[in-house]
């Protein structure tokens, strides 16, 4: 791929790249934006199967954070970290604190958290090295569950434009990906009165699904055809693509998972077909909320508050949608660079 071609198309900033065979470190850091203040984004943890995967991944996800944090009214740019490899096999304390001074050296331009595959005990680690992470335990802690909290408001707000009110009493909803945020989304859901169909490719999860929640299991290629009201994808990205579309039997889409659609036509294509598509990074915007707070000085009610009007982001969304008769993704776009262009104005004034 050609990269220069690839960062000046978005106008990213920075793409930088890590590593410390002894330690068995590769990891890539993308900062996209920081017009609104220092990239804030998590660090991810796959075994991608090239190298272009992976920069395209940081990209993308970078990409992501920048809007997710202008659209949920943070002070903060978009950045994201993948390390390269397997983390059943490679993980240990000496690569993520390497990877802690890696992030130090970088002087408060990026900071950290958790993302896929990255724990609390992984974050104390890092946090040997660098006060540039946040998701510390004893202070915001894992942001899971208040990105599951943030996603089931944003999803009531759906509810409620589709049907008319918030009830989900009855309603049959597919969740794909039954890790820590899905599956306490599920819990928000069946509190709720919801019928769960899950899925995962961790059979443990969909276990505990099944025997805590009463969730009926779906193989992971049949989710997509389950007749339900919401598809919520709530495991890896670009999973609403050219073989998946025309599958979906619901009114609308909603999930914690980042870059849900695989381009962006089939946004477009949501919206031809009738369905409700929730933008992710409006959608599942808690987690960072839940992280930002840390960096003010962690208040758990404050957060949660923040979280909860998930709920109002996702409804103003749906309101430029419908107003300019666009889709929701680019709805959602146009509510977060314009937050960005006005801030931009601010830091034009020298102090």
Known sequence: MKIFDYLQEENYEQLMFFQDKDVGLKVIICIHNTVLGPALGGTRFWNYQTEE???????????????????????????????????NKIKSEELFRTYGRFVEGLGGRFITGQDMNITL????????????????????????????????????????????????????VAVQGIGAVGFGLCKHLKEAGA????????????????????????????????????????AMGAIINDYTINDLKCKIVAGSANNQLAEPKHGDLLKEKGILYIPDYVINSGGV???????????????????????????????????????????????????????????????
């Not at 680690?125 to 569950?145: H, M």
């Not at 899950?198 to 007749?227: F, H, M, P, Q, S």
Request: glycine share 8%; charged share 30%.
């Open 53 to 87: 995967e992976a920069i395209i991944d940081a990209l993308r996800l970078a990409r992501g954070m920048t809007y997710k944090n202008a659209a949920a009214g943070l002070n903060a740019g978009g950045g994201k970290a993948v390390i390269i490899g397997d983390p």
């Open 195 to 234: 019928e769960l169909y899950v899925t995962d490719i961790v059979e443990d999860n969909v276990k505990r699904a099944v025997d805590e929640l009463g969730a009926i299991a779906v193989d992971k290629d049949e989710i997509y055809g389950v007749d339900c009201d919401i598809f919520s994808p709530c």
């Open 289 to 351: 909320i839940n992280v930002y707070e840390e960096l003010q000085g962690y208040n758990r009610d404050r957060a949660m508050a923040r979280a909860a009007a998930v709920y109002d982001s996702v409804a103003r969304v749906i309101e430029i949608s419908n107003r300019d008769n666009i889709p929701t993704y680019k709805a959602a776009d146009r509510m977060a660079e314009e937050r960005i262009a006005k801030i931009a104005k601010i830091n034009n004034i020298y102090r």
């Open 121 to 172: 005990k992984d974050i104390a680690f890092i946090n040997e090295e660098t006060d540039y992470v946040a998701g510390v335990e004893g202070k915001s802690g894992a942001p899971a569950p208040v990105t599951a909290f943030g996603v089931y408001r944003g999803l009531l707000a759906a509810v409620k434009e589709v049907y008319g009110n918030e009830d989900l009493t009855g309603k049959k």
